[in-house]
């Protein structure tokens, strides 16, 4: 289960094929919700999942106390309240599971006499149950912090930095694979000169996120020192190799002429940028090694502009997916872009 609400269901849905009769499942989510599956077997209406008020599963507590995860008799009142559906044959039991962080989980249920081997799969379901819930609460904070942190470092630029449009997307590649070390900065030198870079720090994790963090920062101070695209990238490689030896990341920095007419670029392994004119788009002729290979690099390549142009920088991502040529996308790519429209649009 990528979700609590999928992990409701399943635990739900466990429970009705144990025992082969209506079955409940309570579980608090990360934002404090108390979320409801309630499913059917012998029912064509399919399973029901919505969120009730956290009293239903409060008072399952206080009636379960004593029974540690063993099933407790409930009132056909108890049981209307925790499913509002029509009586059933059997009685209403509920299980109640702790927690290590503290948080109950409830299984509920409508069946008749309960063999000691169904007792036995149902106490293992609501443990098994307990600890996918634990983790994913662990996993969904983490995934909550990294991306706060991530999204609070990439601001969106203003429309027009030094009189060159600017527009960004940062768009998750997957639901539940938000986070990780995707990056781009925009710089206004003293000089007139536009820098523009984007990069990626291989994996999707908190660490990730803050490596990239220290590398944008890095990339700043380095910037704003006067350095060009090529030192800037050589740099920020001693820098990994010096305080992350085991990380690596990708990057293209370039910086646009005052006058707009000519661009300095230099590529550590990552997307080569994608000039598009008039009449014509083609990807710039760089290479070179992602960062913390250490391998020797290249001088900075010059590209004559056009007097009309549009750039576009991307993260992998954007193009790359299972079963699908990473030459074949680029292709498709470039033949989509073009100098119109602008580019927030």
Known sequence: AADFEALVLAIATGAAT??????????????GHLRRAMVDPHSSDG?????????????????????HGSPVRLSPA?????????????EALAAVFGSRGGQPLGIVL?????????RDLLAQLGHAAVLATDSLRLYTEEHTLALTLQR????????????????????PAARNAEIGGDFYEFIELEDGRLLVAIGDVAGHSIHAATVMVELRHSLRAYAIEGYGPAEILARLERTMQRFHPREFATMCVL?????????????GGHLP???????RAAYLDVAGPMLGLG???????????????????????????????????????????????????
Do not use: C, H
Not at 18 to 31: E, K
Not at 49 to 57: A, I, K, S
Not at 152 to 170: C, H, K, M, N
């Open 18 to 31: 144990i025992v082969s009769s209506p079955a409940v499942a309570l579980v608090i989510s990360p934002d």
């Open 78 to 90: 108890e049981w209307r309240s925790v499913a509002p559906q029509p009586e059933e044959q059997g």
């Open 152 to 171: 609070s470092f990439l601001t969106e630029p203003p429309g027009t930095i030094a009189d060159v449009e600017l527009g960004v997307r940062y768009v």
């Open 110 to 118: 409508r069946t008749g006499a309960m063999a000691e081997e169904s």
């Open 295 to 345: 391998r020797d690099r290249a001088p900075d390549t010059v590209v004559e502009l056009p007097e009309t142009w549009t750039i576009v920088m991307i993260t992998d991502g954007l193009i790359e997916a299972p079963g699908v040529d990473l030459d074949s996308a680029m292709e498709e790519l470039r033949a989509m872009a073009s100098v119109e429209p602008a580019p927030n649009e």
């Open 273 to 279: 940028p994608l000039l598009a004119q008039p009449d």
């Open 255 to 267: 910086t646009i002429d005052e006058d707009r007419s000519r661009l300095r670029v230099a590529n």
């Open 47 to 67: 399973p029901v999942l919505d969120t009730v008020p956290m009293r239903l599963l409060k008072d399952l507590t206080v009636s379960a106390a004593d029974a």
